[in-house]
């Protein structure tokens, strides 16, 4: 009797060995959640200038649709100093926009850029790249050399973009077109709003008539990638427990309906009114809510059908529909050109972490469960 309560007592222990596993997917989520949702279309700058014509063709052609939209490209590897301290290895991001709502960061000091700063030597810098150069001195109004050119501070943000995944120790912003800035070697033109399939179609078409050839990055459908694993999983073990549920719910009703005909043989059905109505509603009630959860679960699952409708072949059972949808798969996933915004490396680094805490979970919670079978000689003792 002693070891089947201690057996019993084990089962209904929580599996440590899954916890490092759900703290690895709980930082994925939490990092995730923080990447900034609007919709990029990345492209080759090649030997165009005139992004001011280009950003105008856009605000005018989806003035409506989108609120907010911004144009901006990246330098890798930029170099600051200022006075006899500098800072190499510098994600420089140069804005033209609505960068900071599109793209959108807290300041602990200064403004962000805006339209009005457009060709001016105005700069941004995150706090800690802030710090390396001026030490607890204030940077507002201060200067910085970049390629033998001044940038007033005009703002200072409490973090840049999240470097993990993304090239540079630190991130600083300029105005696009600024005198003496560095080439660009990516641009990214990117718009609020745009989140929705038939928004999205809309938005890289448009983009890729007025910008040339490129590639559409959607952050909210990334962020539905990375998390497919755990949705799967989520979604099984939310059956799970509702078979378990729908089984507890029957022996439950059962009961009740037994403890009625037993008060049946003693009272007058006038006298049991109430406690009938009163059984009835908590079967009601409780079916609904068992159905409403059901249902929640199959239509969260149905959602990475419509966020993903490359997925779905013309024919759902047709082998030769299915067969060409998986080679039309294949041959996207391994296409040689992609272009990894800053946002895209970080949504990848977080979506890797959740992956990997999931199959960690799982283990420790495969090794606690395997601890918790019991052995030969224990199933004997529990049988006697």
Not at 111 to 116: D, F, I, N, T
Not at 214 to 229: C, I, L, N, S, Y
Not at 334 to 349: G, K, M, N
Request: charge should be positive.
């Amino acid at each position: 009797m002693r070891k089947n309560e201690e057996n019993r007592r084990r089962g209904g222990r929580f599996p440590g060995w899954a916890l490092p596993g759900i703290l690895l997917v709980l930082a994925g989520l939490l990092g995730l959640w923080s990447v900034p949702a609007g919709s990029q279309y990345a492209f080759l700058p090649g030997s165009e200038t005139n992004w001011r014509e280009k950003m105008n063709e856009a605000e005018e052609r989806w003035a409506e649709p989108f609120p907010g939209m911004c144009l901006y490209g990246t330098a890798d590897g930029a170099a600051l100093t200022a006075g006899e301290r500098s800072q190499e290895d510098i994600c420089l991001t140069e804005v033209m926009g609505d960068y900071f709502h599109v793209c959108p960061r807290s300041f602990s000091a200064g403004r962000p850029l805006s339209a009005g700063d457009e060709g001016e030597r105005v700069i941004v810098l995150e706090g800690a790249l802030a710090f390396r150069l001026f030490g607890d001195r204030d940077p507002l109004g201060r200067t910085v050399r970049l390629q033998e050119k001044d940038y007033t501070v005009v703002g200072v943000t409490d973090r840049g973009l999240n470097r993990l995944g993304s090239p540079g120790s630190y991130a600083a912003w300029i105005p696009l077109g600024a005198a003496g800035a560095p080439a660009p070697r990516m641009m990214v033109f990117s718009a609020a709003g745009a989140e929705k399939p038939g928004a999205r179609t809309v938005f890289e078409a448009g983009a890729r008539e007025i910008f040339g050839e490129g590639q559409a990055v959607f952050p909210e459908k990334e962020k539905a990638r990375g998390t497919v694993m755990l949705r799967i999983v989520l979604i099984l073990i939310g059956f799970g427990l509702l078979f378990r549920w729908t089984g507890r719910m029957k022996a439950l009703f059962r009961g009740w309906i037994r403890e009625l005909r037993e008060l049946g043989k003693t009272r007058y059905p006038r006298q049991m009114a109430g406690r009938i109505c009163l059984r009835a509603a908590g079967m009601l009630g409780l079916t609904a809510l068992t159905v409403a959860a059901a249902a929640g679960l199959v239509v969260w699952g149905s959602r990475l059908m419509i966020l993903f409708p490359e997925w779905v072949p013309e024919n759902l059972v047709s082998p030769e529909a299915i067969a060409r949808r998986f080679r039309e798969l294949t041959a996207a996933a391994a296409a040689p050109i992609s272009f990894r915004t800053p946002e895209l490396a970080v949504i990848r680094f977080w979506s890797g972490m959740i992956r990997w805490g999931l199959v960690l979970a799982l283990l420790g919670a495969a090794a606690g469960g395997w601890k918790r079978v019991p052995a030969c000689g224990e199933r004997a003792d529990r049988v006697q």
